[in-house]
């Protein structure tokens, strides 16, 4: 092992072990890990310039602009609402139709104003139901999980394992080529929680949340993000609405049709939001959450030192002599495992860009084409929900809730392994190595 790769082994372990802690703020932590490697001439300034101007960060502060504009003129508060009263009149079957309703949301716009502005609907239909709200939150949350995971721009962790995948070498994907995959994992894991995982938390819902658990919950610092910002309700604004939406819609058509990569068509959707007056530059700025920006910047700079000095060849030579005799379907079965189980205890962020050089590399070792093994990582990176601070959305309605940390192990646990045998399952299928 060279100084350097010893150097940024180091720093990572540094920077995972403080994420772990959760006492600093994560943007804090990758910032830091960020600047010690540049000190240290492990990362050279124009990586790091490369790291903050990436096509992930450049598209997600534009998808964050464009969805900040539809969230100011009510649009997605009016389709939440126009969803509740269309199934109130179907019971509770109907309450599980407006949240299926807001996981297909999920795909094009970020989960936690979704969450935010539908936990407290979901919750007084479920008390006017004479259902506990318990029964109903965490499948919630979940379900925008899983949606934000169908398609490339439905979360910020697709994009990043996409902008890290071409960083090795590998072509990009395409907004809906994930879909399929996600699809099929979703549907899944919403069965079971249509049939089992509701029972189950309706089983515990008389039992009181840990005071130490929601203390914990409201420290939250691990997963930035001001969910306040979108809490708001807003009146519907009919042309504010119809310009945002029909900007975003051309947007993903632009990108999906193969007119120009999603990064430019979606800063020049925000740009031209802008011009058009649908949302003014003050607006814009607070809309770019820049926690969230900073955070995945100097994760990508820390993930760089991985792919840089060697290391994630290094580690996954050293891998190769216990996973090979498995053959590609069970070294994907054991990536997918191993990144459901970093995804529990680190950011999204930091699992997409320290695991996916490791997938592109392992898929190299093993002669096989390294999509599938990429998709594993996408998949597996956004199934955080065995805690409830694997993800923002976990931590919001463990609050709204009332959860105990048990609720979502007891509920978590058993979606998780749905989720990775499907997955791995899945995946080949539709990637074939």
């Not at 990436?54 to 389709?79: K, N, Q, R």
């Not at 394992?161 to 590998?170: E, F, H, I, L, Y």
């Not at 054991?334 to 205890?345: I, K, P, Q, S």
């Amino acid at each position: 092992m060279t100084f350097d790769q010893l150097l940024a082994l180091v720093i990572l372990a540094a920077v995972v072990a403080a994420l772990i802690h959760g006492k600093v703020r994560a943007d804090v932590v990758a910032l830091t890990g960020a600047a010690a490697l540049l000190a240290t001439g492990v990362i050279r300034p124009v990586e790091v310039q490369g790291a903050f101007a990436s096509p992930a960060i450049i598209t997600l502060a534009s998808l964050f602009v464009i969805a900040y504009a539809i969230e100011l003129s009510g649009l997605l508060d009016w389709v939440i609402q126009r969803g509740v009263i269309l199934c109130r009149r179907i019971g509770a079957l109907g309450l599980w139709l407006a949240m299926g309703l807001c996981g297909a949301g999920s795909a094009f716009l970020n989960n936690t104003p979704i969450v935010v502005l539908a936990a407290p609907v979901v919750r007084d239909m479920a008390q006017s139901l004479g259902h506990s709200p318990k029964r109903y939150l965490i499948p919630l949350s979940y379900l925008t999980i899983m949606g934000g995971a169908c398609t490339l721009i439905g979360t910020s962790t697709n994009l990043l394992v996409n902008d890290m995948a071409r960083n090795a070498g590998q072509p990009g994907f395409g907004i809906f080529e994930i879909t399929p995959v996600a699809l099929v994992i979703g549907a899944a894991g919403a069965a079971y929680l249509f049939l089992l995982g509701g029972r189950t938390l309706a089983k515990h819902a008389g039992d009181e949340s840990d005071d130490a658990d929601q203390d914990q919950a409201d420290s939250g610092v691990v997963y930035v993000g001001d969910s306040e910002l979108f809490a708001k309700h807003r009146p519907l604004d009919l042309t504010r609405a119809l310009v945002s939406a029909g900007v975003f819609v051309g947007v993903v058509i632009v990108a999906a049709m193969g007119w120009a990569p999603i990064a430019a068509s979606a800063f020049a959707g925000a740009v031209l939001l802008v011009l058009l007056g649908t949302i003014n530059a003050d607006e814009a700025y607070r809309g770019l959450r820049p926690e969230v920006l900073l955070l995945i910047a100097g994760m990508v700079v820390v993930g760089l030192s991985f792919e840089v000095t060697g290391l994630a060849s290094t580690v996954t030579g050293g891998l190769i002599g216990l996973i090979q005799p498995l053959g590609p379907w069970g070294a994907l079965f054991l990536l997918y495992g191993f990144v459901l189980l970093c995804t529990e205890v680190l950011s999204n962020a930091a699992v997409a860009v320290l695991l996916t050089p490791l997938a592109v590399a392992l898929a190299d070792s093993l002669g096989v084409d390294a999509r599938p093994f990429i998709v594993a990582v996408m998949m597996a990176a956004s199934a955080a929900f065995a805690t409830p601070f694997g993800y923002q959305t976990n931590v919001l309605v463990f609050q709204i809730g009332r959860y105990s940390y048990m609720d979502f192990v007891r509920v978590g646990l058993p979606m998780n392994l749905i989720t990775w045998v499907v997955g791995g399952l899945v995946i080949p299928l539709v990637f074939p190595f």
